[in-house]
């Protein structure tokens, strides 16, 4: 499991945080079965950026498209918009946040997000990071992201903007809330309601650790909304309360809405600690429903243990990776409400020898499910192949009912490799949700993930995105490219088809 740091220690141990130009030619690439993807990220617009150094031993990697999150407008699946850090920092965040667009489903354009100094407008923070997307039901986009200060002070944003033309310009740039230290605001994610127009929810979690020592760290979910279609927002609010047990922190807040009903689900990682806040002794998903656009919320009901362990090349357990640990993916089936989240875990491990010749347990793909509105959850099922260290679970149901989930996974990876992390990215479907009719493809060229930017470990993001595209899905996920420290690694998406 990933143990994030009280806040007495984020100034000395580095935050890992997480205006249109021209059209750039799309690139393809291929996967096993021929399915042709389409390279997002195209040059570089902040290379000649020299602000947010924090630090002699601060290390950006130019070039490097990190952490990807894309969304669909539901009106036609060809407009697409997609998000991502752009120039990653060793030690917290990066560079700024930009975005690609299409019309086409195929041929990107890029835009700037406004949320760093690095672009053009841009909010007066040296650094964004944990960049999110969603579209409204009138086709308004909304984006989303944290901006980071590091010389000036301590501080970091929630920021919002909105797109009326698909994602070639950004308006309505603003600050939904802001902290200094010792606060300190993380992994924000964005939802458009996607039947009441004009509506979205961005929530996060707030730490405090004012002040430092045993029992003193809090960690609640935070809301802020828009009723307007972007333009103004609420203030932030607290809306998951983690004050009844000591040294609890909430992270991973994403909601889902079901539009049959209109229920709001917000699912999220609980995790308690010991006093000295260096070992983890209870960490559970939970998910809060709304009934009226988010202006109250339900006790958390619990949906599984999380029993995700440490991210590592299993080869040789020194080398850390960074990817989806205690992050939900949730989706919502349009047809029936049925609820479903896919995460991390090592249940299925149970200390057997891993791809590798790894020993102890490790990280799989797992999923759970309710079909009675998130009151009562089923036991975890295993979707990523046994014995397979398999890594950052997206999850999207089609009109049709297909549930489909995205990960990386180490199949590839030879015992006693330590020099390369052969990685690629896999779909696995289950129509109607049936584990029975289960397939599974990769979608991705074999990469070598210790190629990757290093920010708390090797970094493809926090996470990747998957949509569902028509009767199709679409991914947009990070591959790393070997021999290219001057461009690391770059962003795919493209539309597959599903049964």
């Given at each position: 499991m990933?143990?994030?740091?009280?806040?007495?220690?984020?100034?000395t141990?580095?935050?890992?945080?997480?205006?249109?130009?021209?059209?750039?030619?799309?690139a393809?690439?291929?996967?096993?079965?021929?399915t042709?993807?389409?390279?997002v990220s195209?040059?570089?617009?902040?290379a000649?950026?020299t602000?947010?150094?924090?630090?002699?031993?601060?290390?950006?990697?130019?070039?490097t498209?990190?952490?990807?999150?894309l969304?669909?407008d539901p009106?036609?699946?060809r407009r697409?918009?997609?998000?991502?850090?752009?120039?990653?920092?060793n030690?917290g965040?990066?560079?700024?946040?930009a975005?690609g667009?299409?019309?086409?489903?195929r041929?990107?354009?890029r835009?700037t997000l406004?949320?760093?100094l690095c672009?053009?407008?841009?909010?007066d923070?040296e650094?964004?990071?944990?960049p999110w997307v969603?579209?409204?039901?009138d086709g308004?986009v909304?984006?989303g992201?944290e901006?980071?200060?590091?010389?000036?002070?301590?501080?970091?944003?929630?920021?919002?903007?909105t797109?009326?033309d698909g994602?070639?310009?950004?308006h309505h740039?603003?600050?939904?809330?802001?902290?200094?230290?010792?606060?300190?605001?993380d992994k924000?994610?964005?939802?458009?309601?996607?039947?009441?127009?004009?509506?979205?929810?961005q929530?996060w979690?707030?730490?405090?650790?004012d002040?430092p020592g045993p029992g003193s760290l809090d960690?609640p979910?935070?809301i802020?909304?828009?009723?307007?279609?972007?333009?103004?927002?609420?203030?932030?609010?607290?809306f998951?309360?983690?004050?009844?047990?000591?040294?609890?922190?909430?992270i991973?807040?994403?909601i889902?809405a079901?539009?049959?009903?209109?229920?709001?689900?917000?699912f999220?990682?609980r995790?308690?600690?010991a006093d000295d806040?260096?070992?983890?002794?209870?960490?559970?998903?939970?998910?809060?429903?709304?009934?009226?656009?988010g202006?109250?919320?339900?006790?958390?009901?619990?949906?599984?243990?999380?029993?995700?362990?440490?991210?590592?090349?299993?080869n040789d357990?020194?080398?850390?990776?960074r990817?989806g640990s205690?992050?939900p993916?949730?989706?919502?089936?349009?047809?029936?409400?049925t609820?479903?989240?896919?995460y991390?875990?090592s249940?299925?491990?149970?200390g057997?020898?891993?791809?590798g010749?790894?020993a102890?347990?490790?990280?799989?793909?797992?999923?759970?499910r309710?079909?009675?509105?998130?009151?009562t959850?089923?036991?975890p099922?295993l979707?990523?192949?046994?014995?397979?260290?398999?890594?950052?679970?997206s999850?999207a149901?089609?009109g049709?009912?297909?549930?489909?989930?995205?990960?990386y996974?180490?199949r590839?990876l030879?015992?006693g490799d330590?020099?390369t992390l052969p990685t690629?990215?896999?779909l696995a479907?289950?129509p109607?949700?049936?584990?029975?009719?289960?397939t599974?493809?990769?979608?991705?060229?074999v990469?070598d993930?210790l190629q990757?930017?290093?920010?708390?470990?090797?970094?493809?993001?926090d996470?990747?995105g998957?949509?569902a595209d028509g009767?199709?899905?679409?991914p947009?996920?990070?591959e790393a490219h070997?021999g290219?420290?001057?461009?690391r690694?770059?962003?795919?998406?493209?539309?597959?088809r599903?049964?």
């Open positions: 990933r143990v994030f740091l009280p806040l007495t220690a984020l100034t141990a580095a935050l890992l945080l997480g205006t249109a130009t021209g059209a750039t030619p799309a393809a690439d291929r996967n096993s079965d021929g042709p993807l389409v390279k195209q040059g570089d617009p902040y000649k950026c602000i947010g150094a924090r630090s002699p031993d601060s290390v950006v990697y130019p070039a498209e990190v952490e990807p999150y969304s669909v009106r036609d699946s697409v918009v997609t998000v991502f850090q752009q120039d990653r920092w030690d965040g990066a560079r700024g946040l975005a667009w299409t019309t086409d489903g041929t990107f354009h835009s406004p949320f760093s672009a053009p407008g841009g909010a923070y650094r964004a990071s944990d969603s579209t409204g039901p308004t909304y984006a992201g901006g980071v200060d590091f010389t000036k002070s301590t501080r970091t944003a929630l920021l919002a903007a797109s009326r994602g070639r310009t950004w740039l603003t600050t939904t809330h802001v902290d200094e230290q010792p606060f300190f605001n924000p994610s964005l939802t458009a309601d996607p039947v009441r127009k004009g509506t979205a929810y929530v979690n707030r730490l405090d650790n002040p960690g979910g935070y802020s909304v828009t009723r307007d279609g972007g333009r103004t927002w609420s203030r932030a609010r607290q998951v309360d983690t004050s009844g047990v000591p040294d609890t922190q909430t991973g807040h994403l889902v079901d539009r049959r009903t209109g229920a709001l689900y917000d999220f990682d995790i308690t600690y806040l260096t070992t983890v002794v209870d960490a559970r998903y939970q998910v809060v429903t709304s009934t009226d656009a202006r109250t919320w339900s006790a958390p009901v619990t949906v599984a243990r999380d029993t995700s362990v440490p991210e590592v090349d299993p357990p020194a080398k850390l990776l990817a205690t992050l993916s949730p989706a919502v089936d349009p047809r029936t409400g609820l479903y989240m896919a991390e875990g249940d299925f491990s149970g057997t020898a891993g791809t010749g790894t102890g347990k490790f990280d799989s793909v797992q999923l759970v309710s079909t009675d509105g998130g009151r959850w089923g036991t099922e979707i990523s192949p046994r014995g397979v260290p398999a890594f950052s679970p999850i149901v089609t049709r009912g297909t549930v489909a989930l995205t990960y996974d180490l590839f030879r015992p330590t020099t690629a990215y896999q479907t289950l109607d949700g049936n584990p029975e009719l289960r599974e493809r990769r979608i991705s060229r990469f993930w990757a930017p290093y920010a708390g470990g090797y970094f493809l993001g996470y990747q998957l949509a009767e199709g899905v679409r947009v996920l990070t070997s290219a420290p001057q461009n690694t770059d962003v795919y998406t493209g539309t597959l599903v049964r």
